[in-house]
């Protein structure tokens, strides 16, 4: 029988009472043998957990309740749980305790952004990334920002909290561009935003005209069918930075695939963007997110452009 124990003790080391966005558990990063398919996250004022085989559901009653019996000493900041089962390209999710918010509204780094537990397999911002958006909220003041494959526009929050000039995002789903929106306008963030729903790979014409950029940030999905492979299409947009940023520019280059290792990413990188791309440093994992392996999780790398 699996013992749910560091579950269990990480709920009860928890800090729930900011009442922000965090992961509470981090099975996925292959640290908790046993547990690898399970992560736990609080979306205040809802527990959010994930698992990424299927449970039986005798097993998932226990776990359930083992979490929630749990969790009860938090009844001032948890009021209900989620659980969402993501076993290959199969997503369901189901309330199993308390009545969402509706719409539910999240905050983290003093910026808010409304998320949706049931509908989608993600839940309009990813936890991993909050490094990555305080890095950015300290890189963005008086500065052109430019937000590649965007999603709901979080990386967009995160430049204007910091002061930045304009900011362009651009990802070719629609849906979660609206999203992006509705993030901003919560946000009071009306002016000097622009959202395109365009292909990356065929727009850097566009992209010129609009540049160039003081600040890049380039987050793609690994893998988004009949548009991107991060593998396969990562290096045509490093080829055309050049065209699109600013002299001293600062870039943030995301990667999250287990099968990229951090050095091959730096050679793809070093290959395909050119020597004027420098190497500074890699962001550190968000709290809450302990990896076996560093190579196999996200990565944050930032660089400068110091031009040819």
Same mark, same amino acid.
């Given at each position: 029988?699996?013992?749910?124990?560091?579950?269990?003790?990480?709920?009860?080391?928890?800090?729930?009472?900011?009442?922000?966005?965090?992961?509470?558990?981090?099975?996925?990063?292959?640290?908790?043998?046993?547990?690898?398919?399970?992560?736990?996250?609080?979306?205040?004022?809802?527990?959010? @957990?994930?698992?990424?085989?299927?449970?039986?559901?005798?097993?998932?009653?226990?776990?359930?309740?083992?979490?929630?019996? #749990?969790?009860?000493?938090?009844?001032?900041?948890?009021?209900?749980?989620?659980?969402?089962?993501?076993?290959?390209?199969?997503?369901?999710?189901?309330?199993?305790?308390?009545?969402?918010?509706?719409?539910?509204?999240?905050?983290?780094?003093?910026?808010?952004?409304?998320?949706?537990?049931?509908?989608?397999?993600?839940?309009?911002?990813?936890?991993?990334?909050?490094?990555?958006?305080?890095?950015?909220?300290?890189?963005?003041?008086?500065?052109?920002?430019?937000?590649?494959?965007?999603?709901?526009?979080?990386?967009?929050?995160?430049?204007?909290?910091?002061?930045?000039?304009?900011?362009?995002?651009?990802?070719?789903?629609?849906?979660?561009?609206?999203?992006?929106?509705?993030?901003?306008? @919560?946000?009071?963030?009306?002016?000097?935003?622009?959202?395109?729903?365009?292909?990356?790979? #065929?727009?850097?014409?566009?992209?010129?005209?609009?540049?160039?950029?003081?600040?890049?940030?380039?987050?793609?999905?690994?893998?988004?069918?009949?548009?991107?492979?991060?593998?396969?299409?990562?290096? #045509?947009?490093?080829?055309?930075?050049?065209?699109?940023?600013?002299?001293?520019?600062?870039?943030?280059?995301?990667?999250?695939?287990?099968?990229?290792?951090?050095?091959?990413?730096?050679?793809?990188?070093?290959?395909?963007?050119?020597?004027?791309?420098?190497?500074?440093?890699?962001?550190?994992?968000?709290?809450?997110?302990?990896?076996?392996?560093?190579?196999?999780?996200?990565?944050?790398?930032?660089?400068?452009?110091?031009?040819?």
């Amino acid at each position: 029988m699996i013992s749910y124990s560091p579950i269990l003790d990480a709920i009860e080391q928890a800090d729930v009472s900011e009442n922000e966005l965090r992961r509470i558990f981090h099975g996925r990063g292959h640290c908790f043998p046993s547990l690898e398919h399970i992560n736990l996250d609080f979306y205040p004022p809802f527990l959010f @957990l994930t698992s990424y085989q299927e449970i039986e559901t005798d097993e998932l009653e226990r776990l359930v309740h083992q979490v929630w019996n #749990k969790a009860s000493v938090y009844a001032d900041f948890i009021t209900g749980l989620v659980y969402q089962q993501r076993a290959g390209r199969e997503t369901s999710s189901r309330v199993f305790y308390g009545t969402l918010p509706s719409p539910h509204i999240v905050v983290e780094l003093g910026l808010s952004y409304q998320v949706d537990l049931l509908t989608h397999q993600n839940t309009g911002i990813f936890p991993d990334m909050r490094n990555g958006r305080s890095f950015v909220v300290s890189q963005s003041k008086h500065k052109k920002v430019l937000n590649l494959f965007s999603y709901t526009c979080g990386f967009s929050l995160a430049a204007m909290h910091g002061g930045a000039t304009s900011v362009v995002n651009m990802d070719m789903n629609k849906g979660v561009l609206a999203q992006g929106k509705v993030n901003h306008k @919560l946000n009071g963030f009306d002016e000097n935003v622009r959202f395109f729903p365009h292909d990356i790979l #065929k727009s850097f014409g566009k992209l010129k005209k609009l540049g160039p950029f003081e600040l890049i940030i380039i987050d793609p999905p690994s893998f988004q069918k009949g548009s991107f492979e991060l593998t396969k299409d990562y290096q #045509k947009i490093l080829r055309r930075l050049s065209d699109i940023v600013s002299n001293k520019a600062t870039l943030l280059l995301c990667a999250n695939s287990p099968d990229l290792t951090e050095k091959k990413f730096m050679e793809l990188i070093t290959e395909h963007a050119g020597d004027g791309f420098n190497f500074e440093y890699r962001l550190e994992s968000a709290l809450g997110f302990p990896e076996k392996d560093q190579n196999k999780n996200l990565k944050a790398l930032v660089y400068r452009y110091h031009g040819l």
